[in-house]
Nanobody, 129 residues
Framework: QVQLVESGGGLVQPGGSLRLTCEVS????????IGWFRQVPGKDRDGVAC????????YVRSNVKGRFTISRDSYKNTAYLQMDGLKFEDTSVYYC??????????????????????WGQGTQVTVSS
């Protein structure tokens, strides 16, 4: 059973930074992709970024690109979401999720919730002055 644990959320002022961590365990993760999603109450869960644990190819959606960076440490089975220049509208619960391969070219588009089989519990990010 694959398990994911997010950490790194918190309260930050506009313009500040946070780094979210997603630790993955429970399976041979050689051919998995990790996606980051976010959700505010009453709205759908939106894909933010995704990365292949195998080769590091990744995608970051356009409305956060340049502020958010996704990376991974394949030896630690860990993915990261570095968030800089945070804005009020980034306030959300952030989730990481895992999808097993094969998944094709992970860099071609926004991660979709239905492609991901395993989910973490979420971590709250609040941007407030």
């Amino acid at each position: 059973q694959v398990q994911l644990v997010e950490s790194g959320g918190g309260l930050v002022q506009p313009g500040g930074s946070l780094r979210l961590t997603c630790e993955v365990s429970g399976a041979d993760l050689g051919d998995y992709a990790i996606g980051w999603f976010r959700q505010v109450p009453g709205k759908d869960r939106d894909g933010v970024a995704c990365i292949s644990l195998t080769d590091g190819s990744n995608y970051v959606r356009s409305n956060v690109k340049g502020r958010f960076t996704i990376s991974r440490d394949s030896y630690k089975n860990t993915a990261y979401l570095q968030m800089d220049g945070l804005k009020f509208e980034d306030t959300s619960v952030y989730y990481c999720a895992a999808r097993p391969g094969p998944f094709g070219d992970i860099s071609i588009g926004v991660p979709m919730e239905y492609d991901y089989d395993y989910w973490g519990q979420g971590t709250q990010v609040t941007v407030s002055s």
